[in-house]
């Protein structure tokens, strides 16, 4: 059975820092792009950044660059978004998902698409106050 499980989140004050981990089991992992997305209330699920199956290309939403960071880590099957700098903005709940294309959808400049990928976490919480 495919399954991304996540842990990490919380509450935190603006212009703190947390870590979400995505782990992987049930499928080739090293074989797929791993994106990371969000949704506020009351919005539409947002892309906010993918690595590609081998770690070497990433993608940022602009509104993140700079502040988050997305790595993974084939051995131990997992991804990680270290997120820097939070703001009030950044409340929401995050979800990891697969590339069901392999690469296909996580290239260095073009936004990703919830749409476009799956299996995806059972989400977390993430919550900045100010």
């Known amino acids: 059975e495919v399954q991304l499980v996540q842990s990490g989140g919380g509450l935190v004050q603006a212009g703190g820092s947390l870590r979400l981990s995505c782990a992987a089991s049930?499928?080739?992992?090293?074989?797929?792009?791993i994106g990371w997305f969000r949704q506020a209330p009351g919005k539409e699920r947002e892309g906010v950044s993918c690595?590609?199956?081998?770690?070497?290309?990433?993608y940022y939403t602009d509104s993140v660059k700079g502040r988050f960071t997305i790595s993974r880590d084939n051995a131990k099957k997992t991804v990680w978004l270290q997120m820097n700098s939070l703001q009030p903005d950044d409340t929401a709940v995050y979800y990891c998902?697969?590339?069901?294309?392999?690469?296909?959808?996580?290239?260095?400049?073009?936004?990703?698409?919830?749409?476009?990928?799956?299996?995806w976490g059972q989400g977390t919480q993430v919550t900045v106050s100010s």
């Open positions: 690595v590609n199956s081998a770690g070497y290309t990433t």
């Open positions: 049930g499928f080739a992992f090293d074989d797929f792009a």
């Open positions: 998902a697969a590339d069901p294309g392999g690469d296909l959808y996580c290239s260095a400049d073009d936004p990703i698409s919830p749409h476009d990928f799956g299996s």
